[in-house]
């Protein structure tokens, strides 16, 4: 453990998820020096459409935040 779940828009390939994935488990290490072997990352994906209800679930209506967004997500409809 720890859990990383990285939310995207859909369109990039398997490749940049893998390296997306591999360079926020590395910096994970360095931020709290956890063991590699222990992180998984997951990349999930969705549409413009599905990312306006996923916006409010996961970012505005989250206590969880750490880092806030500065954009409005219409922008990406």
Known sequence: ??????????????EQKKKAADQVAAALVEAIGCNPDHISVAVEDFT????QDEFRKEVTESSHIYKEPNYDPKDVL
Request: proline share 11%; hydrophobic share 40%; charged share 30%.
């Open 1 to 14: 453990m720890p859990h990383i779940t990285i939310k995207m828009l859909k369109g990039r390939t398997d």
């Open 48 to 51: 413009p459409v599905e990312w």
